[in-house]
């Protein structure tokens, strides 16, 4: 019996290394619904040419958050914002 999410968005979240694009493929050629949220510290060429940020902060951010890092060590605490 297959289990059916209608009407659910799925999204992914990775970090170093997670950023499969298999995968990632697969479930854009299959039609679901999935946001991918893969940090990276890098800014990795793509294959086409360009940049990896330039390319992806070109659409309009969907949402924001900011919070508040403690100090560790070797690190001062910091403000961050992030925007989805």
Do not use: C
């Amino acid at each position: 019996m297959a289990l059916t999410m209608l009407n659910t968005r799925l999204i992914y979240i990775g970090d170093r290394e997670s950023d499969i694009v298999a995968m990632m493929r697969r479930a854009r050629d299959l039609g679901h619904p999935a946001g991918w949220l893969v940090r990276s510290q890098q800014n990795r060429m793509l294959l086409g040419g360009g940049k990896l940020w330039a390319q992806a902060t070109t659409g309009e951010a969907w949402g924001e958050i900011e919070f508040s890092f403690a100090a560790r060590p070797g690190q001062t605490a910091r403000r961050v914002r992030q925007y989805t």
